[in-house]
Protein backbone atom coordinates (compact mmCIF):
# COMPACT_ATOMS: atom_id res chain seq x y z
CA UNK A 1 0.00 0.00 0.00
CA UNK A 2 1.46 3.76 -0.29
CA UNK A 3 1.36 5.83 2.18
CA UNK A 4 2.03 9.35 1.90
CA UNK A 5 5.12 11.03 4.00
CA UNK A 6 3.47 13.84 5.99
CA UNK A 7 2.83 17.01 3.94
CA UNK A 8 3.54 14.99 0.62
CA UNK A 9 0.02 14.72 -1.67
CA UNK A 10 -0.28 11.61 -3.52
CA UNK A 11 1.73 12.78 -6.68
CA UNK A 12 4.87 13.36 -4.23
CA UNK A 13 4.51 10.02 -2.95
CA UNK A 14 4.72 8.56 -6.15
CA UNK A 15 7.50 10.60 -7.44
CA UNK A 16 9.31 9.53 -4.49
CA UNK A 17 8.66 5.73 -5.05
CA UNK A 18 10.14 6.29 -8.77
CA UNK A 19 13.24 8.34 -7.31
CA UNK A 20 13.91 5.45 -4.93
CA UNK A 21 13.51 2.69 -8.36
CA UNK A 22 15.98 5.02 -10.04
CA UNK A 23 18.86 5.60 -7.90
CA UNK A 24 22.11 4.51 -8.23
CA UNK A 25 24.79 3.53 -6.56
CA UNK A 26 25.90 1.12 -3.53
CA UNK A 27 22.97 0.25 -0.94
CA UNK A 28 24.84 0.35 2.59
CA UNK A 29 23.18 -1.85 5.29
CA UNK A 30 21.94 0.28 7.90
CA UNK A 31 20.76 -1.91 10.51
CA UNK A 32 18.94 -5.14 11.14
CA UNK A 33 15.41 -4.70 12.08
CA UNK A 34 13.72 -7.57 13.46
CA UNK A 35 13.91 -10.16 10.89
CA UNK A 36 14.10 -7.21 7.89
CA UNK A 37 17.04 -5.45 6.78
CA UNK A 38 17.48 -1.79 6.49
CA UNK A 39 19.45 -0.41 3.43
CA UNK A 40 20.22 3.34 2.05
CA UNK A 41 21.19 3.92 -1.64
CA UNK A 42 22.26 7.78 -2.52
CA UNK A 43 23.25 11.14 -1.35
CA UNK A 44 23.51 11.75 2.44
CA UNK A 45 21.53 13.66 3.75
CA UNK A 46 18.52 12.38 1.28
CA UNK A 47 19.00 9.05 -0.59
CA UNK A 48 16.35 6.14 -0.55
CA UNK A 49 15.46 3.78 2.39
CA UNK A 50 14.70 0.42 1.86
CA UNK A 51 13.34 -2.18 4.27
CA UNK A 52 13.65 -5.82 2.81
CA UNK A 53 13.82 -9.08 4.57
CA UNK A 54 16.37 -10.52 5.80
CA UNK A 55 17.81 -13.51 5.11
CA UNK A 56 19.30 -16.79 7.44
CA UNK A 57 21.71 -19.52 7.26
CA UNK A 58 19.16 -22.38 8.10
CA UNK A 59 16.78 -21.16 5.17
CA UNK A 60 16.48 -23.96 2.69
CA UNK A 61 17.55 -22.98 -0.98
CA UNK A 62 14.17 -22.89 -2.49
CA UNK A 63 12.90 -19.88 0.49
CA UNK A 64 16.64 -18.45 -0.29
CA UNK A 65 16.51 -18.30 -3.82
CA UNK A 66 12.78 -16.54 -3.45
CA UNK A 67 13.77 -14.53 -0.40
CA UNK A 68 16.95 -13.07 -3.10
CA UNK A 69 14.42 -12.68 -5.41
CA UNK A 70 12.02 -10.89 -3.59
CA UNK A 71 15.15 -8.28 -2.33
CA UNK A 72 15.94 -7.70 -5.66
CA UNK A 73 12.26 -7.00 -6.56
CA UNK A 74 11.63 -4.74 -3.59
CA UNK A 75 14.56 -2.53 -4.66
CA UNK A 76 14.06 -2.72 -8.41
CA UNK A 77 10.42 -2.42 -8.43
CA UNK A 78 10.62 -6.01 -11.33
CA UNK A 79 10.27 -9.50 -10.63
CA UNK A 80 13.19 -11.40 -12.38
CA UNK A 81 11.29 -14.88 -11.74
CA UNK A 82 7.48 -13.14 -13.18
CA UNK A 83 8.05 -10.27 -14.91
CA UNK A 84 5.66 -8.14 -12.78
CA UNK A 85 6.51 -4.40 -12.43
CA UNK A 86 5.78 -1.74 -9.44
CA UNK A 87 2.56 -0.18 -10.03
CA UNK A 88 3.48 3.28 -8.99
CA UNK A 89 0.30 4.59 -8.38
CA UNK A 90 -0.35 1.77 -5.52
CA UNK A 91 2.58 0.96 -4.64
CA UNK A 92 2.29 -2.88 -5.57
CA UNK A 93 3.72 -5.18 -7.80
CA UNK A 94 1.06 -7.88 -8.83
CA UNK A 95 3.17 -10.86 -9.24
CA UNK A 96 1.69 -14.20 -11.31
CA UNK A 97 0.12 -16.30 -8.95
CA UNK A 98 2.49 -19.20 -9.61
CA UNK A 99 5.53 -17.00 -8.38
CA UNK A 100 7.89 -17.70 -5.24
CA UNK A 101 8.43 -14.38 -4.70
CA UNK A 102 4.76 -12.97 -3.95
CA UNK A 103 3.64 -12.87 -1.09
CA UNK A 104 1.05 -15.62 -1.61
CA UNK A 105 3.39 -18.23 -2.04
CA UNK A 106 6.53 -16.79 -0.12
CA UNK A 107 4.78 -16.27 3.41
CA UNK A 108 3.30 -19.66 3.64
CA UNK A 109 7.26 -20.69 2.70
CA UNK A 110 8.61 -18.51 5.12
CA UNK A 111 6.08 -19.50 8.09
CA UNK A 112 6.58 -23.36 7.68
CA UNK A 113 10.50 -22.48 8.03
CA UNK A 114 9.94 -20.50 10.98
CA UNK A 115 7.57 -23.17 12.61
CA UNK A 116 10.44 -25.74 12.30
CA UNK A 117 13.28 -23.62 13.55
CA UNK A 118 11.50 -21.62 15.94
CA UNK A 119 13.16 -18.13 17.20
CA UNK A 120 16.36 -19.39 18.35
CA UNK A 121 17.81 -21.75 15.66
CA UNK A 122 18.05 -19.32 12.48
CA UNK A 123 21.46 -19.73 11.85
CA UNK A 124 23.74 -16.85 11.25
CA UNK A 125 22.19 -13.66 9.53
CA UNK A 126 23.46 -13.56 6.07
CA UNK A 127 24.66 -10.40 4.71
CA UNK A 128 24.35 -9.91 0.99
CA UNK A 129 23.78 -7.36 -1.52
CA UNK A 130 20.45 -7.29 -2.77
CA UNK A 131 21.71 -6.18 -6.37
CA UNK A 132 24.08 -8.86 -6.48
CA UNK A 133 23.23 -11.54 -9.38
CA UNK A 134 20.82 -14.26 -7.85
CA UNK A 135 22.13 -17.58 -8.16
CA UNK A 136 21.14 -18.96 -10.98
CA UNK A 137 19.01 -21.82 -10.16
CA UNK A 138 16.39 -19.26 -9.57
CA UNK A 139 13.59 -21.55 -11.51
CA UNK A 140 11.70 -19.35 -13.72
CA UNK A 141 8.00 -19.75 -14.42
CA UNK A 142 8.56 -21.49 -17.37
CA UNK A 143 10.47 -23.78 -15.91
CA UNK A 144 8.17 -24.53 -12.72
CA UNK A 145 5.79 -25.38 -15.29
CA UNK A 146 7.91 -27.83 -16.62
CA UNK A 147 8.65 -29.36 -13.14
CA UNK A 148 5.20 -29.70 -12.23
CA UNK A 149 4.61 -31.40 -15.61
CA UNK A 150 6.85 -33.75 -15.29
CA UNK A 151 5.73 -34.68 -11.26
ZN1 LIG B 1 7.06 -12.39 -9.33
Same mark, same amino acid.
Given at each position: ????????????????????????????????????????? /????????? =??? /??????????L????????????????????? =???S???????????? /???? =????????????????? /?????????????????????????????
Open positions: MLTSAPGHNRADTIATVARCLDDDGPLVLLARDGNDDLYHR /GPVPGGSIY =LIP /GLWSTMPPDLRALRARRRADITGRCDACGAA =LTLTGQMAHESDCNV /GNDR =LRPMLSAWLRRVGRYAR /GRRLTEDPLDPIDQATPTRQERRDVQQES
